[in-house]
Nanobody, 127 residues
């Protein structure tokens, strides 16, 4: 059974940067799409970014385009999210997730398309 563990969260000032990592264990995720979601206080979990199994196709929510970059290293079974120009509204718990279906042709932005989730890492951005 694949398990996902996120790291790299923390406190950042507005305009700062953080890099999140998500390491998979217990199996390979190299043939699955992966995604980052976030959940702010009192809010629903929302899609942030996704990447297909080979890493050559990505998708972002509009509010993070040009600021966040998702990438993956299948040799290390690891997913990344580089977050630049952080804003206070980015404050949330960030989760990585693995797609339920291998060899995605399109990246899904809905939580139901993902079947394995990490425990989350807190990102707090101060103004």
């Amino acid at each position: 059974q694949v398990q996902l563990v996120e790291s790299g969260g923390g406190l950042a000032q507005s305009g700062g940067s953080l890099r999140l990592s998500c390491v998979a264990s217990g199996g390979t995720v190299g043939t699955y799409g992966m995604g980052w979601f976030r959940q702010g206080p009192g809010k629903e979990r929302e899609f942030v970014a996704g990447v297909n199994w080979s890493g050559d196709k990505t998708e972002y929510r509009d509010s993070v385009k040009g600021r966040f970059t998702i990438s993956r290293d299948n040799t290390k079974n690891t997913l990344y999210l580089q977050m630049n120009s952080l804003k206070p509204e980015d404050t949330a718990v960030f989760f990585c997730a693995k797609s339920a279906t291998p060899f995605w042709l399109e990246i899904s932005t809905t939580t139901s398309a993902y079947d394995v989730w990490g425990q989350g890492t807190q990102v707090t951005v101060t103004s």
